[in-house]
């Protein structure tokens, strides 16, 4: 099993939807989590972080479920620049971030 | 404030060759990461670099290495290239840690 696991989609969704994605993490002991954007041939850029309460940044909500191991991400009102792959990010405990694969996501007019 | 810049922005080599990539960290910045990533993949963590010394380094080979200088840049060198070494070689800073790292552009590496 794959330390952070993530469909990797794509997910196709019209203009103005909303769209959830969900990452799974198999360390229990992992301490923060983030989610980052990655443009095509771009590098990643943080997105959000993502707090034991929950989140929100305009129309991005993030959660953590600790006992369930995975964190989401809510995209409200999707815009068609939204479009890119979404990054799951895991802490653990020995400074090592360790990376989904990523779900793509693609926003159709 | 200037981000994180890489050198070079593409490089092609040949099986067996070596190769040197650079990095200059976020202003204020001094902890340096280096990730691969293949096509259609994530990042995957080769090292980490602090006060000069690697603080942690990921499921890589010795072919492998790298140097981060009083300046808090660094250096990976990977030797006797293979075809598989071709991806996308990211280099994030933090401060501290890997918490809220910042990338930079990448280099494009292809061995033929």
């Known amino acids: 099993r794959k330390e952070v696991e993530q469909d990797p989609g794509p997910f196709n969704v019209p203009e103005g939807a909303t769209v959830a994605f969900n990452c799974t993490y198999s360390n229990s002991a992992s301490q923060s989590f983030f989610w980052y954007r990655q443009d095509c041939r771009k590098e990643p850029k943080l997105l959000m972080s993502?707090?034991?309460?929950?989140n929100e940044d305009g129309r991005f909500t993030a959660q953590l479920n600790r006992a369930s191991q995975y964190i989401s991400l809510l995209i409200r009102d999707s815009k068609l620049s939204d479009s890119a792959t979404y990054l799951c990010?895991?802490?653990?405990?020995?400074?090592?971030?360790?990376w989904g694969a990523g779900t793509k996501l693609i926003i159709k007019p | 404030d200037a981000g994180v810049t890489q050198s070079p922005t593409h490089l092609i080599k040949t099986r067996g060759q070596q190769v040197t990539l650079r990095c200059s960290p976020k202003?204020?910045?001094?902890?340096v990461s280096w990730y691969q990533q293949a096509l259609g993949q994530g990042p995957q963590f080769i090292f980490q670099y602090y006060e000069e010394e690697e603080r942690q380094r990921g499921n890589f080979p010795d072919r492998f290495s790298g140097h981060q200088f009083p300046n808090y840049s660094s250096e990976l060198n990977v030797n006797a290239l293979l075809l598989g070494d071709s991806a996308l070689y990211l280099c994030?800073?933090?401060?501290?840690?890997?918490?809220?790292?910042?990338f930079g552009p990448g280099t494009r590496l292809l061995v033929l």
């Open positions: 202003s204020g910045h001094d902890t």
């Open positions: 994030a800073s933090s401060l501290r840690g890997p918490e809220t790292q910042y």
């Open positions: 990010v895991v802490n653990t405990v020995n400074y090592q971030l360790i």
């Open positions: 993502v707090y034991s309460s929950g």
